[in-house]
């Protein structure tokens, strides 16, 4: 079987990424590292032929923050597909622009609690069937 997370020949973008960190990103991991709500965060952590954002690995759940790039022509449907791809590994995406995370943080990191509360009762519940 192929290994699917962080494959060996993402290593250096992967390294990059983190180094070049946008606004958002250092600000959103600041409030999310040293599991701040309760899961363990990653970022930039490759899924097969992508590299995404922030990936709580034990409740299989994607969180990208969308910049500028992502509002160029083409880049939806780029997104959409990509977006797709990876819930199809069940794996769950969920997305704020930059914007949102640079004014409205609190919202955003309420948003999220939410989310992780119900990926833990999931995988709690999976774990007794």
Do not use: C
């Not at 060996?8 to 701040?36: D, I, N, P, Y």
């Not at 990936?55 to 939806?76: C, M, N, Q, R």
């Amino acid at each position: 079987m192929t290994e699917i997370f962080n494959q060996v020949h993402h290593l250096e973008t992967r390294r990059l990424l983190r180094q070049r960190s946008t606004q958002a990103e250092k600000l959103f991991w600041k409030q999310v590292r040293s599991g701040q709500l309760g899961i363990r965060i990653k970022r930039q952590v490759g899924i097969g032929e992508y590299i995404v954002d922030f990936y709580a690995p034990k409740i299989l759940l994607v969180i990208e923050l969308d910049g500028g790039s992502h509002f160029e022509v083409g880049a939806a449907q780029r997104d959409a597909d990509r977006q797709k791809n990876i819930e199809a590994l069940g794996i769950k995406v969920v997305r704020f622009t930059d914007n949102e995370i640079l004014q409205s943080m609190d919202d955003v990191i309420s948003i999220l609690r939410t989310v992780i509360d119900e990926r833990k009762l999931i995988f709690t519940a999976e774990n007794f069937t």
